[in-house]
T-cell receptor
Framework: KQEVTQIPAALSVPEGENLVLNCSFT??????LQWFRQDPGKGLTSLLL?????REQTSGRLNASLDKSSGRSTLYIAASQPGDSATYLC????????????FGAGTRLAVHP | GAGVSQTPSNKVTEKGKYVELRCDPI?????LYWYRQSLGQGPEFLIY????????DSGLPNDRFFAVRPEGSVSTLKIQRTERGDSAVYLC?????????????FGPGTRLTVL
């Protein structure tokens, strides 16, 4: 049974720091992994999707890597800003599928000026 | 362009009542998903539609929950005889297809409170 774990659960950093958020999953037979951002009281915003054949994806200051064999993904945020404060969630499809997603509980990030 | 919209944004009901939650997906998206999110947790899969049919309803917790998508666009999640444990944020998402490279786009959610 696929399980997704995110570490740390919460993180508070000063502005300008480079950050690494971690996601681990128990079944490495995944087709993709997605990272989402959720602001308080809001829905989820897709940040990056990494297909199983890819090792990483980049968007602006965000870089996500995927190591299927070890069951891990990291989200790297460069030069953090207060506007990055949110909860970051990673998700993988249920075993054998593409689309039913299993989410971690998220990492709550606070970037203070 | 318009994203996924959900109505109502908030719904307060009494235990035992019936509720309907609506989702308008992004135009042209054939796949539609419902998730439920409890406080401090990630979303939990409920059901997904490919076109008009429910391709997978394995996440529905029991037979009080039902969802439809009669014309392959708007979907309604229906909950009968609501219980306090049904209180959560119900999230809808859509994707252009249901393939491995297809990102799911989420709506803002409906916060359901059962008193």
């Amino acid at each position: 049974k696929q399980e997704v774990t995110q570490i740390p659960a919460a993180l508070s950093v000063p502005e300008g720091e480079n950050l690494v958020l971690n996601c681990s999953f128990t079944d490495s037979a995944i087709y993709n992994l997605q990272w989402f951002r959720q602001d308080p009281g809001k829905g989820l915003t897709s940040l990056l999707l990494i297909q199983s054949s890819q090792r990483e994806q980049t968007s602006g200051r965000l870089n996500a890597s995927l190591d299927k064999s070890s069951g891990r993904s990291t989200l790297y945020i460069a030069a953090s800003q207060p506007g990055d404060s949110a909860t970051y969630l990673c998700a993988v499809p249920f075993s054998g599928g593409y689309n039913k997603l299993i989410f971690g509980a998220g990492t709550r990030l606070a970037v203070h000026p | 362009g318009a994203g996924v919209s959900q109505t109502p944004s908030n719904k307060v009901t009494e235990k035992g009542k019936y509720v309907e939650l609506r989702c308008d997906p992004i135009s042209g998206h054939t796949a539609l998903y419902w998730y439920r999110q409890s406080l401090g947790q990630g979303p939990e899969f409920l059901i997904y539609f490919q076109g008009t049919g429910a391709a997978d309803d394995s996440g529905l917790p029991n037979d009080r929950f039902f969802a439809v998508r009669p014309e392959g666009s708007v979907s309604t999640l229906k909950i009968q005889r609501t219980e306090r444990g049904d209180s959560a944020v119900y999230l809808c998402a859509s994707s252009i297809r249901a393939g491995e490279a297809d990102t799911q786009y989420f709506g803002p959610g409906t916060r359901l409170t059962v008193l």
